[in-house]
């Protein structure tokens, strides 16, 4: 595997380096001893998956408040998602950037999102399946958001927002969230 460290600082674009042969291929998409000397986490507590069945749908963008924070390993197994994360740790450098990365199954890409980041993703086609491990179990009184169209973050979304819940399409501004 190569670890690509971001502008982010703590977070990670993971890429699975396949062997092929003429039965096709063979990757890790995780080991504890690369994760370990890359000093990752290693400790995944629930897998999960998402289904969107809509080009366009936006989920996001969620996180959890200490000590229930999250570090979260996202792959895109189906379809590609344009995924996004902001950096809202109070301390850092980079407080309230963000990035954004394409994930697919084509490219294999992971992303490596530490404690303190706020994750969300928009589907770049129909029937996108997403899957994520993560280092925590979910606490819904832990669970807060902010909004994925908030002008402090100004994130540039590659298609217009389709499908969203509503809760978050009403998550708060970040001026009256008090993240």
């Given at each position: 595997?190569?670890?690509?460290?971001?502008?982010?600082?703590?977070?990670?674009?993971?890429?699975?380096?396949?062997?092929?042969?003429?039965r096709?291929?063979?990757m890790?998409?995780?080991?504890?001893?690369?994760?370990?000397?890359?000093?990752?986490?290693?400790?995944?507590?629930?897998?999960?998956?998402?289904?969107?069945?809509?080009?366009?749908?936006?989920?996001?963008?969620?996180?959890?408040?200490?000590?229930?924070?999250?570090?979260?390993?996202?792959?895109?197994?189906?379809?590609a998602?344009?995924?996004?994360?902001?950096?809202m740790?109070p301390?850092?450098?980079?407080?309230?950037?963000?990035?954004?990365?394409?994930?697919?199954?084509?490219?294999?890409?992971?992303?490596?999102?530490?404690?303190?980041?706020?994750?969300?993703?928009?589907?770049?086609?129909?029937?996108?399946?997403?899957?994520?491990?993560?280092?925590q179990?979910?606490?819904?009184?832990?669970?807060?958001?902010?909004?994925?169209?908030?002008?402090?973050?100004?994130?540039?979304?590659?298609?217009?927002?389709?499908?969203?819940?509503?809760?978050?399409?009403?998550?708060?501004?970040?001026?009256?969230?008090?993240?």
């Amino acid at each position: 595997m190569r670890f690509v460290e971001t502008e982010l600082s703590g977070a990670w674009i993971v890429e699975p380096e396949p062997v092929g042969d003429e039965r096709g291929s063979f990757m890790r998409t995780f080991c504890e001893n690369e994760f370990t000397a890359a000093g990752l986490e290693t400790r995944f507590v629930q897998h999960s998956q998402s289904h969107s069945a809509q080009k366009g749908t936006l989920r996001g963008m969620h996180f959890q408040l200490p000590p229930h924070g999250e570090v979260k390993l996202v792959s895109c197994i189906r379809g590609a998602i344009c995924d996004v994360i902001i950096d809202m740790r109070p301390s850092s450098p980079t407080r309230h950037q963000w990035i954004a990365v394409e994930l697919s199954p084509e490219n294999r890409r992971q992303l490596y999102v530490p404690v303190g980041f706020a994750h969300g993703f928009q589907t770049l086609t129909d029937d996108a399946v997403v899957s994520y491990l993560i280092s925590q179990f979910y606490v819904p009184q832990a669970s807060v958001g902010v909004r994925f169209d908030d002008p402090a973050f100004a994130i540039k979304w590659p298609l217009a927002p389709g499908t969203m819940s509503e809760r978050d399409r009403a998550w708060p501004l970040l001026e009256a969230a008090d993240l």
